[in-house]
């Protein structure tokens, strides 16, 4: 028995989250089209019901157009729901640096992608900005967080974010 196993080029390779069960290869793949050429789409399927888990792994011919899909395509919609997009890393802990920023006194209608909006302009962000929610009523509970590549970035947007209001 031989067994061919592809390999994926992990950092040109990004991963997307929270896609609705009317996205298809076909869709994920059109889109993503749009940061750069796509060598393969991968939407991991369920064995019993053979619907789709609601995440994809999108492989680009380079690394620059894998970043350059996390900067366009994360927190748009896609059939109405937001969808995450962030590099496919191996190995997590690589984000791991500890430039990991409180965001505390939140309006409640400040949303995930009002935090990227924000705060992007301080640093690259590793990981999708996380507003702290109700379990239950899904309502804000006023604070999140922002995770970024360096202190360097935190401290800026740490300086120059303190005391402000965003709408």
């Keep these: ?34 940061a750069g050429p796509v060598v393969s789409v991968h939407l991991p399927k369920d064995r019993v019901t053979q619907k789709h888990q609601g995440f994809a792994f999108i492989e680009f011919l380079g690394e620059d157009d894998a970043d350059y899909a996390v900067k366009i395509m994360n927190m748009i919609k896609l059939y109405g729901k937001v969808i995450r997009v962030n590099k496919a890393a ?23 992608k009002l935090l990227y909006d924000t705060f992007s302009a301080f640093g690259v962000i590793v990981q999708t900005p996380k507003v702290m929610r109700d379990p239950v009523t899904g309502n804000s509970k006023g604070f999140g967080f922002v ?5 360097e970035a935190s401290d800026a947007a740490k300086e120059a974010m303190h005391g402000q209001f965003l709408y």
């Design 1 to 34: 028995m031989s067994l061919v196993v592809e390999k994926r080029n992990q950092d040109a390779t990004v991963y997307c989250g929270g896609l609705d069960d009317k996205a298809s290869d076909k869709i994920v793949w059109e889109l993503f089209m749009q």
């Design 90 to 112: 191996a190995d997590k802990k690589q984000f791991d640096i500890g430039a990991n920023l409180f965001i505390g006194n939140l309006d409640p209608e400040v949303d995930e």
């Design 147 to 151: 995770n970024y590549d360096s202190f």
